[in-house]
């Protein structure tokens, strides 16, 4: 049971256009969201997050969008810049698991063309 | 301010022989997660662990894996007996204890059993 989505597996995007990764969670009771960005035999890189408090957070390029009613968040890069190529992770951790442990999506490979 | 710490970063062993995974969390970090990173997939929670207890092992294999965290010294995912089936990435990830935080991860361990 996938409760985190990233059903794009690929992306590509000019150089300087804006890039959007979407992400879709099942389960109510996540309440914290974050985005993470990954190079090929490297960790995950925090990237941004949000609380389900708020529906936007706004970090230099990038902008966390979260839409609760409709299960759904997304992932705005503007402008995309070639260090942006990687794959893009999100994940959701919820408060009545009792501990912070993430639940993460299949990724998006994105690719910036210059 | 030295960031989640793993080795070996690369390991080869052969079916049978046990593996041992090392990690240290960024300083002032006392909640450490273990997960694993099939090829082409995301990564799957393994194991949350606090200083000497073992706080959730909902996504540990039933047989062969163990992990700790001692009062002293890394973190340590135990793989007895490897199969093919284990080679994977393994990421160490280390957060402070505070509601909403982020979690921080380590360069990984590649397991590769032959």
């Known amino acids: 049971d996938q409760q985190v989505k990233q059903n794009s597996p690929s992306l590509s995007v000019q150089e300087g256009r804006i890039s959007i990764l979407n992400c879709d969670y099942t389960?109510?009771?996540?309440?914290?969201f974050l985005w993470y960005k990954k190079y090929p035999a490297e960790g995950p890189t925090f990237l941004i997050s949000?609380?389900?408090?708020?529906d936007k957070n706004e970090d230099g390029r990038f902008t966390v969008f979260l839409n609760k009613s409709a299960k759904h968040l997304s992932l705005h890069i503007v402008p995309s810049q070639p260090g942006d190529s990687a794959v893009y992770f999100c994940?959701?951790?919820?408060?009545?698991?009792?501990?912070?442990?993430?639940?993460f999506g299949t990724g998006t490979r994105l690719t910036i063309i210059p | 301010n030295a960031g989640v710490m793993q080795n070996p970063r690369h390991l080869v062993r052969r079916r049978g022989q046990e593996a041992r995974l090392r990690c240290s969390p960024m300083?002032?970090?006392?909640?450490v997660y273990w997960y694993r990173q099939l090829p082409e997939e995301g990564l799957k929670f393994m194991v949350y662990?606090?200083?000497?207890?073992?706080?959730?092992e909902s996504g540990m294999p039933k047989e062969r894996f163990s992990a700790e965290f001692p009062k002293e010294g890394p973190s340590i995912l135990r793989i007895q007996q490897v199969v093919r089936g284990d080679s994977a990435a393994y990421f160490c990830?280390?957060?402070?204890?505070?509601?909403?935080?982020?979690?921080?991860f380590g360069p990984g361990t590649r397991l590769t059993v032959l």
């Open positions: 990830a280390s957060s402070p204890p505070d509601r909403f935080y982020t979690q921080y």
């Open positions: 389960n109510s009771m996540f309440d914290y």
């Open positions: 949000i609380s389900s408090i708020k």
């Open positions: 994940a959701a951790s919820g408060s009545d698991f009792g501990n912070e442990k993430l639940t």
């Open positions: 300083k002032g970090h006392s909640h």
């Open positions: 662990l606090q200083k000497e207890n073992i706080i959730d």
